[in-house]
């Protein structure tokens, strides 16, 4: 890493895995990398801008990047399972951000509009989504006036089962 480039695209959202670990998606260096509890690396995968990761019950790890895209990838770096915008043509996509996998097995997406993009063509993206491990789409919002909700980068569910606060009971 180098700590002179800009830190505001350094990583994101470090997570703390069930077994201890954190994983962290390195935005700048393209590439989610897990350590251990001494930020050892202890795995990887590269991709394109990543800005989401967490570790899924299966032990998969469920990724977003800004060429919004969903992957599902396994601890041997296979992706199993993807999400992109050709799997949903009828609605635009800007940069995915948050991902969450629920319990039923549908993953809830935010897509983020980014401030250097005029907010006149904000109006047609959608700001999360919910889709299907058939990548079938169960609902999608898109409210930009009365109320204009504005760009989402993060969702919390509330009706999730689980505590957040203990890593690995909630897939998010």
Known sequence: MNPEANPHIQFRRVRETKDGTFLAAHLRDQKVVEYDANFKEIWSYACSYPWWATRLKNGNTLISSDDHSVLEVNKQGKIVWQFTQEDAPEYKFIIFQEVNRLANGNTV????????????????????????????????????????????????????????????????
């Open 109 to 172: 997406i935010c897509n983020w509009c980014p401030h250097n993009l005029d907010p006149k063509y904000w109006p047609g993206t959608v700001q999360v989504l919910e889709v299907t491990p058939e990548k079938k789409v169960v609902w999608a919002l898109s409210e930009w006036k009365d109320p204009d909700l504005g760009p989402a980068s993060s969702i919390q569910l509330l009706d999730e089962p689980g505590t957040p606060e203990i890593p690995g009971e909630q897939q998010r």
